[in-house]
């Protein structure tokens, strides 16, 4: 397992960083995850965009080309394998801890590549459970604080669901680590883009595939209430593609199993993947 630290490449278990790292004093950084089918980067230009955003909101200065991220991940590559990159930044090392930002520090990049576990709910559907949005006001920005997001999951877990859907001023947002689709009047709806998700790539191609296929689609908002009574309902990430939720709050979502639009989506996602 060879992973990428700021310039070099090295064995995971060789890979330090300082205790005074601000992501480790403070989780001041940002990361992404870009999957690889084929050896190929997935929308890899739309992941350094949003990388580039994430970057300006936490007002870290660090500007790579894309081409120079590609370079710094090809040799984590492994073959056809399924796989994705991990990417984090953070603000680097300072000599104290403060939380004003220090001057003149280098940030420290890392980057590694898994293998992709295909997920088990993907076909046969998952619970969910919705829970209150207790996260931040910048969910547009992929930072690495994650703590808000991890209390969520775990809450989920714990009730046996897969996903918590999150729930703010009565509108569902997105899903702890995913965004949220639902199939409503026989019309696929999603939440807009706006600082209370974050603007996924899965979502981006989701979107497109309605469009350039002719299925209904718009974004819009999403009542808690709608949501509990749509015919389908979907959360989709890098790493779960699209995951049908069959479950919600202890009612069946639809019939209970994986919807028809579910099905035509998955087909078109797994022939654009290709
Ligand atoms: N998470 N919303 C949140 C809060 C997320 O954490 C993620 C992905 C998404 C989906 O975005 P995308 O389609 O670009 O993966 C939406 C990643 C996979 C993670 O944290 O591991």
Request: hydrophobic share 40%; aromatic share 8%; net charge negative.
């Given at each position: ?32 995850v ?10 890899f ?12 909101a ?25 796989q ?41 559907g998952i ?28 809450e ?18 997105e ?100």
């Amino acid at each position: 397992d060879t992973v990428y630290l700021n310039g070099d490449y090295l064995p995971l278990a060789d890979a330090r960083i300082s205790v005074m790292d601000r992501g480790f004093l403070f989780g001041d950084g940002v990361y992404e995850v870009i999957p690889v089918y084929n050896g190929r980067l997935f929308r890899f230009e739309d992941h350094i965009r949003r990388l580039n955003n994430s970057l300006r909101a936490i007002r870290l200065e660090l500007e790579k080309s894309p081409d120079q991220w590609r370079g710094i991940f090809q040799p984590m590559l492994d073959g056809d394998k399924d796989q994705y990159i991990y990417l984090q930044i953070t603000r680097g090392c300072a000599p104290r801890r403060d939380h004003g930002f220090p001057e003149h520090v280098v940030p420290t990049v890392f980057a590694m590549c898994n293998d992709i576990k295909p997920f088990a709910g993907r076909l046969t559907g998952i619970k969910a459970v919705t829970l209150d949005d207790t996260r931040w006001q910048m969910c547009h920005v992929k930072a690495t604080a994650l703590l808000a997001h991890l209390l969520l999951r775990q809450e989920a877990l714990d009730r046996d669901c897969a996903e918590a859907i999150l729930v703010r001023h009565g509108y569902v947002t997105e899903g702890a680590a995913s965004n949220l689709f639902a199939v409503i009047d026989d019309e696929l709806i999603t939440p807009p883009n706006s600082h209370e998700i974050l603007p996924g790539i899965t979502r981006d191609v989701i979107l497109e595939l309605a469009q350039a296929n002719g299925i209904a689609c718009r974004e819009d908002i999403i009542a808690l209430e709608a949501l509990q009574n749509a015919s389908e309902v979907w959360v989709t990430s890098s790493t779960r593609e699209i995951v049908p939720v069959v479950e919600l709050d202890g009612q069946t979502v639809g019939a209970g199993t994986p919807g028809p639009l579910f099905h035509r989506m998955d087909q078109l996602l797994q022939a654009y993947k290709q």
